[in-house]
């Protein structure tokens, strides 16, 4: 815990409150210019906010508003992740995506949207006949009318890749505090004075990355909120691993004003997901699901894919995206009191996160100090090393010396699990150590392991597992 008026532990270039996949990528990219960050997270838990539940796609942009700023930061944040996924050792599974049309109506708005994708610099994605798709998807249904390619739509690991941005950052100098809520705040002309739940902070800018709670940390630091979240759940069904011979491609609807629509896909982990719904909700915390949108998205993957209804739902869950009252990323800069807000990132947010840190430098850089911070810029940044979980590639239990394995739906080892309790962001609650191993994510939910694993995690866990809890199986 940091003390009050600590100045040789709690002194920082900037403070970045969230450490969800944005304030992650702009930790890690400030660290990489010399600042000296402290990343404060309210929950026990990075990314137990919005960042939890997506659908894990790595965009290329192509249906975004032309000349926006969420096409930019999503086409750089694309490019960063593939020029730099190596060293941080995250997987990329390169499916393509499929544009659908159901109805003549849908197929009416493809050469628009065609059109819009290549002013958008995706020149390869390009209409192909109702046989072709066919071709490429043979168990989609032939209800199908029309639809496009677009080939640079993958999928990634939605939690590997903002662990891997955290631990970069703080093999940087980062620090981070979790449980560490902002709970006020005030501006001397020099520096923020940060009340938290840990003490006080001390800070030389501010950069609000806090999602769901942006407009609440705004509120808090400067005494309004020039945005209003708006917080809007989607719902998910995961089908068993043997859904994945079913679907090869991201299949994608029509989009509306309003939201991308319903995707059916793979996961980087081998199962195949449906969703999100759109749901306005007052709260910002309420990820519960219900039977009938589950049931209604289930048998929508059926209509798309009729075998599929001969496969296991294994996982549901949601999350909860931080939309505003506009259909864009909400950037407010204050340069006078060195604060930027990182606000409104939707469902691009995990491919944007890396575009949003670069503009956050190179356009508001000098309002939070870049260029005046005692380290230099970062030349060879420290290569991270982190499990993979991904199915289609390499994985721990096929190596020697793992332990055994311990969770054998998702094929989880004993040294997994261990370097996820020790690691440079060691898990504390069961809900963290399933994001950064998988344990008891699979088909049985828990069922055969999770004693196990109470026994491997006792002592470990801020929150311990109690076993005779099953709802702390389901996927969080």
């Not at 955290?166 to 560490?180: D, M, P, S």
């Not at 299949?251 to 969703?275: A, M, Q, Y």
Request: hydrophobic content about 40%; some cysteine.
């Amino acid at each position: 815990m940091l003390g009050e008026d600590n100045l040789a532990d709690g002194d920082f270039d900037v403070a970045v409150i969230g450490a969800g996949v944005v304030g992650a990528a702009a930790a890690r990219r400030l660290a990489l210019e010399g600042a000296r960050v402290a990343i404060l997270e309210k929950a026990l838990e990075p990314l137990d906010g919005a960042s939890k539940g997506n659908s894990a796609i790595l965009h290329t942009g192509f249906d975004a508003p032309v000349g926006s700023l969420e096409h930019r930061c999503v086409v750089e944040g694309r490019r960063i992740f593939l020029e730099n996924r190596d060293s941080l050792g995250l997987p990329l599974h390169e499916t393509g995506a499929l544009v659908l049309a159901w109805t003549e109506e849908q197929a009416a708005k493809l050469d628009e949207l065609v059109s819009q994708a290549h002013q958008n610099s995706v020149t390869d994605a390009e209409l192909i006949s109702r046989s072709e798709i066919l071709a490429l998807e043979p168990h989609l249904s032939e209800k199908v009318v029309a639809g496009f390619r677009v080939p640079g739509e993958h999928v990634i690991d939605p939690w590997t890749t903002p662990y891997a941005y955290l631990t970069q950052a703080l093999a940087h100098h980062a620090e981070l505090y979790r449980a560490c809520e902002l709970l006020g705040a005030e501006w001397d002309g020099e520096l923020w004075r940060l009340h938290t739940s840990h003490g006080r902070i001390l800070a030389r800018a501010v950069v609000n990355c806090a999602g769901l709670y942006g407009d609440v940390v705004e509120k808090r630091l400067l005494g309004e909120a020039r945005l209003t979240i708006m917080p809007r759940k989607g719902q998910f069904v995961v089908f068993d691993k043997a859904a994945s011979k079913l679907v090869r491609s991201i299949l994608l609807p029509v989009p509306t004003e309003r939201t991308k629509g319903v995707v059916l896909c793979r996961t980087i982990f081998g199962n195949v997901l449906i969703g999100p719904t759109a749901e306005e909700q007052d709260s910002r915390d309420d990820a519960s699901v219900d039977g009938e949108t589950l049931r209604r998205l289930r048998d929508r993957a059926i209509e798309m894919v009729p075998t599929i209804a001969d496969c296991e739902v294994t996982a549901i869950y949601a999350g909860i995206r931080p939309a505003t009252d506009k259909k864009e990323y909400r950037i407010i800069a204050e340069p006078e009191r060195r604060y930027v807000n990182l606000g409104g990132i939707r469902s691009t947010g995990l491919t944007g996160a890396l575009g949003l840190a670069e503009h956050l430098v190179l356009e508001h850089g000098e309002a939070i100090g870049v260029g005046g911070y005692a380290r230099a810029p970062v030349a060879s940044p420290s290569p991270v090393s982190l499990q993979h979980l991904s199915d289609y590639h390499e994985r721990d239990w096929s190596r020697p010396g793992n332990g055994g394995i311990i969770c054998h739906c998702e094929k989880v080892t004993r040294r997994e699990i261990e370097a996820a309790l020790t690691g440079p962001i060691p898990a504390r609650s069961f809900a963290g150590l399933k994001r950064r191993t998988r344990v008891c994510m699979g088909r049985c939910q828990g069922f055969y392991c999770l004693a196990a694993v109470a026994a491997l995690t006792r002592g470990k866990l801020d929150e311990p597992i109690v076993l005779d809890d099953r709802a702390l199986c389901d996927v969080a």
